[in-house]
């Protein structure tokens, strides 16, 4: 019985690994975007309006350096939990 449970929580848990997440928050404009670097989130919206946020967004050096490395950061967060 013992052998039985660790093998179905086991595979329940592989389950979990694999599966992709079914959960996806809507974006409905280009402002509410957490990351504008991560395609799952870019991909919702129409080429012009995420071209023209990127442009009003990487307006300076400094804030196109800091949405980079903002990215840079978000990336490792993500495969710390993985």
């Not at 919702?44 to 490395?69: K, N, S």
């Amino acid at each position: 019985m013992l052998l039985i449970l660790a093998i179905a929580s086991s595979l329940l848990l592989a389950l979990l690994v694999v599966l992709p997440r079914t959960r996806r928050r809507r974006i409905r404009a280009a402002g509410q975007m957490s990351n504008p670097f991560y395609f799952g989130l870019f991909t919702q919206l129409e080429q012009q309006e995420y071209v023209d946020y990127l442009v009003a967004e990487l307006d300076t050096r400094g804030r196109a350096r800091e949405l980079i490395a903002a990215d840079i950061y978000r990336i490792g967060q993500v495969l710390r939990r993985k």
